[in-house]
């Protein structure tokens, strides 16, 4: 039986691509003797969204990075090296052959403790240019001989020449139900016409109060043209407008891959979540998480989609109601940008990162422990 560890979380974009490598990971290693667990944050989203897929979950302390001053810094520390110590413990007790990364500060304890046992580290980044985790994980990639995957063919440039022949552009990795996704489900949960033109707005899955506010000061004019089906997040339904055409949901869960397919432009932030829509081919409008807290990588992933003419983003002072309600407007009124956008979107999504992925673990666990199985 060969053990193959799992780790990242701290949001929907760390946690949903890893586990669809671990969904695809199942059917590469089919008719392989294999267990799959996953070391996450003992606090937050992590253990009911891993336990809900179906694969052991262990929590572990973990601290958030930072590349700035903060007064829990120090106590962020301690719950670094507590995460190291208990996730070594876990790796050695379940004898784990294999870490697979998937990004996010929690996940920092764990490939440090797979990297001090010897185990084979691999990691992937999911924005254009990499996070203080990937960066320092990188260093156990190396250390182990493992790889590191990335989302963006321009991403390979910011890593130094020490690790560069260790990464590798796979693409990133979407659920296999978004490639499968039914447009007729979508409106069916919807309970929408045929006919009905929708708009789909996300913040991520724990919402966003600025998209919220933005969409609440134009809704009317938003409604003329759209059914606007809005996922505002588990804890930010407050005081929302009423209207015909107003959907409103704190979270969409097994439905969202069906709605999304059945939506004519997709609006939100631009994390790793703009991978599922692009391989729908949406249209997109972006408006990036920005300013403090963010090291700007939600500003660079929309850059690339706005350059790739696949998206519009509204950035700085566009972040705006006028704005937003044009950028609407433009998309609404002109069906051929609309295709034209749709066509590069879904070619930017082509690549299967799942299952490039998955492919390339399996290949490393059955090269190295195919007598165990």
């Not at 780790?7 to 760390?14: A, C, D, I, K, N």
């Not at 929590?59 to 110590?85: E, H, M, W």
Request: overall charge positive; glycine content about 10%; proline content about 4%.
């Amino acid at each position: 039986m060969v053990s193959i560890a799992f780790t990242g979380g701290g949001t929907g974009g760390h946690i949903f691509p890893g586990l669809a490598v671990a969904a695809e990971l199942k059917n590469q290693l089919a008719g392989f003797e294999f267990q799959l667990f996953w070391i996450g944050s003992s606090s937050g989203m992590d253990r009911a969204l891993v336990e809900e897929a179906g694969i052991e979950f262990f929590g572990v302390p973990s601290g958030k990075l930072r590349r700035y001053f903060s007064l829990r810094t120090a106590v962020d520390f301690f719950k670094v090296i507590a995460g190291f110590f208990a996730a070594r413990k876990i790796l050695k007790k379940r004898k784990a052959r294999l870490l697979f990364s998937k990004g996010g500060f929690v996940s920092v304890p764990p490939c440090a403790a797979a990297s001090s046992l010897g185990i084979p580290v691999f990691t992937h980044e999911s924005d254009f240019s990499p996070g203080l985790a990937t960066k320092i994980n990188a260093r156990y990639v190396s250390r182990t001989g493992g790889m590191i995957f990335t989302a963006y063919e321009d991403t390979v440039r910011f890593f130094s020449e020490a690790v560069r022949d260790r990464v590798t552009v796979s693409g990133n990795p979407v659920r296999a139900v978004f490639r499968n996704a039914d447009a007729a489900k979508g409106r069916a949960f919807l309970e929408s016409a045929d006919d009905a033109r929708i708009l789909l707005v996300l913040g991520g899955s724990q919402g966003a109060r600025e998209i919220n506010e933005l969409v609440r000061a134009v809704l009317p004019q938003l409604t003329e043209i759209y059914t606007v089906v809005h996922q505002t997040g588990p804890n930010q339904q407050w005081d929302l407008p009423s209207a015909e055409k107003y959907k409103p949901f704190p979270f969409i869960k097994e439905e969202m891959p069906h709605v999304m397919a059945a939506a004519e432009v997709v609006m939100g932030r631009s994390g790793a979540g703009i991978w599922e829509w692009a391989v729908l081919g949406k249209p997109m409008i972006l408006i990036p998480l920005s300013g403090s807290g963010t090291r700007g990588d939600q500003v660079e992933n929309a850059r690339y989609f706005t350059e790739a003419e696949a998206a519009l983003s509204l950035t700085g002072d566009e972040v705006n109601p006028d704005a937003l309600l044009r950028a609407v407007r433009l998309l609404a009124q002109d069906a051929e940008k609309r295709r034209s956008m749709a066509a590069v979107s879904k070619k930017i999504g082509e690549r299967d990162g799942a299952e490039f992925i998955a492919r390339v673990l399996s290949e490393k666990i059955k090269s190295r422990y195919g007598g165990e199985s």
